[in-house]
Structures are given as C-alpha cells and as structure tokens.
C-alpha cells in the first residue's frame, strides 16, 4: 500500500520524481551504467513529459492497485506461464 500511497502522491505533485523513480525502479543495472548523467537526464525530461499528460490516470491506477486485494488468489500463482 505504501508504493501505490507514494505514486498517487509523485503522479500529482511531482511528475519529474515520479519520472526518476520509474527509471531507477525499471530500468536494469546495465541501462542504468551505461547512461551518463546528461542521458539519464534526458530521458527523466522526456518521461515526466509524458507523465504530466497522464497525472490523472496514473494516479487513479495507483488508487485502484491500492484497492484492490489479491490475497485470495496467491494459492493459485505458479511460476510457469
């Protein structure tokens, strides 16, 4: 609950950390090395972008996903797919 608590807070208060995060959360190690500062940069610009557009939406997916409880389901989740 926590997570979704903070998205919901980022999606409408601050979309260039909300940015940041997603690309620390997202992205693998190896990405990550390769960017340089200015790359990394650029890419959290062009993201909040697109997250500014969808503030609203993505901060009603992170109310939702707060709401909503798998609990009962978790006996029936395998590894395969």
């Known amino acids: ?3 979704f608590a903070l998205w ?3 999606a409408r208060t601050d979309p ?4 940041r995060m997603m ?6 190690k190896e990405a990550l090395r390769a960017w340089d500062r200015t790359t990394f940069a650029q890419v ?5 972008e697109l997250l500014d557009g ?3 939406g993505l901060a009603r997916q992170s109310a939702a996903g707060a709401d ?3 609990t009962g389901l978790l006996p029936h989740v395998t590894g395969s797919c």
């Open 54 to 56: 969808a503030r609203d």
């Open 8 to 10: 919901q807070h980022l």
């Open 44 to 48: 959290a610009a062009a993201l909040t």
């Open 68 to 70: 909503v409880d798998l």
């Open 16 to 19: 260039a950390a909300m940015a």
């Open 23 to 28: 690309l620390l959360t997202a992205m693998g």
């Open 1 to 3: 609950m926590f997570q």
